[in-house]
C-alpha cells in the first residue's frame, strides 16, 4: 500500500468520487480567498490621489507617474509631462520571509 503524504489524507475515502468534489470546493475556496487583479483605470473615470505614485499606460508604455491636478496634469519619475489613459496602483512591495534561525 502506498504512502499517502499527510496533506492528501483528509481526502482519503472508499469513494473517489467524494474525494473528487472535497478536493475541488476546497480549490474553489482557495481561489475566491486570492485577491482580485488590479485592472487598468481609465483617468477619463476616475483619476487617483494628488501626487500618489502610480502605473501609468502612456500610449502603451507602462511607465510609474503620479498626477498633481487639472492645471499641472500627470508626469513621469523624471518630471516629463505624460498624456496616461489609464492607470493602476503600484503594487505592495517585495518583502522578504523572515527565516527561522
Known sequence: ?????????????SNLDDAYEQGWNDLQK??????????WIPCSERLPHSQEDVLCDDDGR?????????????????SYRIYPTA????????AEEPTDT
Open 87 to 94: 492607470w493602476m496602483p503600484l503594487p505592495e512591495p517585495y
Open 62 to 78: 507602462v511607465t510609474i507617474g503620479y498626477y498633481i491636478d487639472e492645471e499641472i496634469g500627470w508626469h513621469d519619475t523624471h
Open 30 to 39: 482557495c481561489i475566491e480567498s486570492l485577491p482580485s487583479a488590479q485592472q
Open 1 to 13: 500500500m502506498p504512502v499517502i503524504p499527510k496533506e492528501y489524507r483528509e481526502y482519503q475515502t
